[in-house]
């Protein structure tokens, strides 16, 4: 399986309830972060989590990281149908520039 | 207060053309990411590059493809005799210099430059 693998591929949930997706990845890690993509769209970051970090909030995004089990999740809290898009967490290994390697992403559509 | 921005937005090339997408980073950013997406699939890295440097190519393809980022004008990613299996969207991002990249960790993405070859 891949650096980072998201689950489940896909959600669908009514507007107003939250929406729970994890992460799993393999290497050590510097910072987790998660993106999102609507359809035929670029990537826009979300929200960063460092490795020293456990949770963080954002406006209704809150994500979580467990270092021990090398594992993150990004809650949405109620839901918009707005919120429809792919979600992709990315982990960066730190030292000098960018490079991150992204998960395979969860779908979430939310419905009216 | 441009973003990252990224040619052509749709491209279409006969197998054996060759294909060329261009990358304007954001202003003040020196660092360049391409990114290469298959239909419902997550993003797969290819290269890294600064101004005039490759820093990391280890996700090309060994061969037909090549990348750039010369001290004037965008970056470059350049895909000789094309084939079907190139066919995807390729991403560009773009980040800050090192020393704010170590700070943020946020990588700027374009809308991505979406390649068909037939």
């Known amino acids: 399986s891949q650096q980072g693998e998201e689950d489940p591929q896909a959600l669908s949930i009514q507007e107003g309830e939250n929406a729970t997706m994890n992460c799993s990845y393999k290497?050590?890690?510097?910072?987790l972060q998660w993106y999102r993509q609507n359809s035929g769209r670029g990537l826009v970051h979300l929200i960063l989590?460092?490795?020293?970090?456990r949770e963080k909030h954002s406006g209704r995004l809150r994500v979580t990281l467990d270092t021990s089990k090398k594992s993150s999740s990004l809650l949405i809290t109620a839901s918009r149908a707005a919120d429809t898009a792919s979600y992709f967490c990315?982990?960066?290994?730190?030292?000098?520039?960018?490079?991150?390697?992204f998960g395979t992403g969860t779908q979430l559509k939310v419905e009216l | 207060n441009a973003g990252v921005m990224q040619n052509p937005r749709h491209l279409v090339r006969r197998r054996g053309q060759e294909a060329r997408l261009r990358c304007s980073p954001m202003?003040?950013?020196?660092?360049v990411y391409w990114y290469r997406q298959l239909p419902e699939e997550g993003l797969k890295f290819m290269v890294y590059?600064?101004?005039?440097?490759?820093?990391?190519e280890s996700g090309m393809p060994k061969e037909r493809f090549s990348a750039e980022f010369p001290k004037e004008g965008p970056s470059i990613l350049r895909i000789q005799q094309v084939v079907r299996g190139d066919s995807a969207a390729y991403f560009c991002?773009?980040?800050?210099?090192?020393?704010?990249?170590?700070?943020?960790?946020?990588?700027?993405f374009g809308e991505g430059s979406r390649l068909t070859v037939l």
């Open positions: 991002a773009s980040s800050p210099r090192s020393g704010g990249a170590r700070l943020t960790g946020e990588l700027f």
């Open positions: 290497t050590s890690i510097n910072n």
């Open positions: 989590i460092r490795s020293n970090e």
């Open positions: 990315a982990t960066g290994a730190g030292g000098g520039g960018n490079k991150l390697t």
């Open positions: 202003k003040g950013h020196s660092h």
């Open positions: 590059l600064q101004k005039e440097n490759i820093i990391d």
